[in-house]
């Protein structure tokens, strides 16, 4: 009597030997979706869109879809498949983005750009200096006391966010007067801010702002407004991965976490704002409790808000596939797998897939059945088709001569 081949409901199995295979399983499943109910269902084709090459990045969210080609990122108009320049990276590395309060940030290694919520230009992060700074010097003119100044400069944008402060150097008034700004370059988008220190003391504070249409400026008022509070710090450097967390920008350049300040998004101190890790990063991801951070030794969870209070712990020893992370609202997932709305992390590693829960604990998904070569590439998509959710990971080839694999697996 014949016995039935058994519906494989629980999909691919790499590992186990040829005459090994568990009930429920097949060695390859290529180009079909294997329903929850084992059945197969052959995938839908694809249509070319655009030709050409250089093509390495891709991003999609409601306020459309980003593509890296070469050394730019475009706005790609998805009806017509036109693309509009939208940034020039400087470099043909993978570009990264995210999403932070509405805003749209991408960076590589070379640059790092953001598209506020309510424009449609890109612009880089971080407002910086002019690259020629005035010259200062006294001026009899003013109501400032006899003594002596330092003064410093700020640049502020048309959205009035600021850039670090300069000190531009010290002035003398025996008698009392002003301090004469000049040599500027007129800058018709932005507006500038001096802050002085009271005569013969220390601390810089708020003095004047003026606009950027003048190529010299006298102060006369006595620093009497905030103080400077941008001292020591840079525009947020670029680097592979960006996220935002808390308040905070994120970015891992290397083997290196680096974080803006609190409320400065673009800005961070180059003195004490990263974070050590062992070799490469390879993620990292923001959820409601901390961070995920991929490494050569696994993935950690660095749990809170605040970096000066994290503590990170290892949550997973596999190592994961570069870049592979997506994070997910965990209302995807069966009820067996995480029971929460909230966010979740999801990362190919060399066990396979693994979901990091909102508060740091990470479930490994299939590990008896799937494993990675290390040292991969990857990107990840959640892709939803006649009512089955697959995320599906293309690995990029590790040489020329190599190819690309796609792995997937069905989350509900």
């Given at each position: ?303 809170g808000d605040e970096p000066e209070q994290f503590q990170p712990r290892l949550v997973s020893s596999p190592t994961a596939v570069r870049r592979s992370c997506i994070k997910l609202p965990g209302a995807h997932f069966s009820k067996d797998i995480t029971d929460t709305d909230h966010d979740v992390a999801i990362w190919l590693s060399t066990e396979g897939y693994m979901l990091g829960n909102f508060g740091g604990d990470v479930l490994s998904l299939h590990p008896e059945r799937l494993r990675v070569a290390a040292g991969l590439e990857g990107r990840s998509r959640l892709v939803v088709r006649n009512g089955i959710k697959q995320i599906i990971t293309l690995i990029a080839a590790t040489t020329a001569s190599g190819y690309g694999v796609a792995i997937d697996t069905t989350i509900q």
């Amino acid at each position: 009597m014949s016995r039935a081949i058994p519906l494989p409901t629980l999909g691919v199995d790499l590992l186990s030997d040829e005459t090994g295979l568990a009930e429920g399983t097949v060695r390859r499943a290529e180009n079909v979706d294997i329903r929850r109910d084992g059945s197969f269902k052959r995938r839908d084709g694809y249509a070319l869109a655009v030709t050409g090459d250089g093509f390495h990045s891709l991003h999609h969210s409601s306020r459309g879809t980003l593509v890296g080609r070469n050394g730019n990122v475009y706005a790609l108009n998805t009806e017509t498949f036109t693309p509009s320049l939208l940034a020039e990276m400087g470099g043909v590395d993978p570009v990264d983005f995210t999403e932070i309060n509405g805003h749209t940030y991408f960076t590589n290694s070379t640059s790092a750009w953001w598209v506020p919520a309510d424009e449609a230009v890109a612009r880089p992060v971080g407002v910086r200096l002019p690259a020629t700074l005035p010259l200062v010097e006294a001026h009899p003119n003013g109501a400032l006391a006899a003594g002596t100044y330092s003064v410093a400069l700020s640049r502020v944008d048309d959205r009035d966010e600021e850039s670090p402060t300069k000190l531009l150097g010290q002035v003398q008034l025996p008698n009392g007067g002003g301090v004469r700004l000049f040599g500027m370059d007129p800058d018709l988008t932005c507006s500038y801010r001096v802050y002085l220190t009271p005569p013969d003391g220390d601390v810089l504070y708020l003095s004047e702002s003026f606009s950027g249409a003048f190529s010299e400026f006298i102060v006369t008022r006595a620093p009497d407004g905030a103080t400077r509070t941008s001292q020591h710090l840079k525009p947020l450097i670029p680097g592979e991965f960006i996220r935002g967390h808390a308040g905070r920008t994120y970015v891992a350049r290397d083997d290196t976490l680096y974080f803006s300040e609190a409320l400065r998004p673009h800005l961070y101190d180059p003195r004490h704002n990263f974070i050590k890790f062992a070799g490469q990063i390879t993620f990292i991801e923001s959820v409601v409790a901390g961070l995920y951070v991929g490494d050569s030794r696994g993935t950690w969870f660095l749990h809170g808000d605040e970096p000066e209070q994290f503590q990170p712990r290892l949550v997973s020893s596999p190592t994961a596939v570069r870049r592979s992370c997506i994070k997910l609202p965990g209302a995807h997932f069966s009820k067996d797998i995480t029971d929460t709305d909230h966010d979740v992390a999801i990362w190919l590693s060399t066990e396979g897939y693994m979901l990091g829960n909102f508060g740091g604990d990470v479930l490994s998904l299939h590990p008896e059945r799937l494993r990675v070569a290390a040292g991969l590439e990857g990107r990840s998509r959640l892709v939803v088709r006649n009512g089955i959710k697959q995320i599906i990971t293309l690995i990029a080839a590790t040489t020329a001569s190599g190819y690309g694999v796609a792995i997937d697996t069905t989350i509900q």
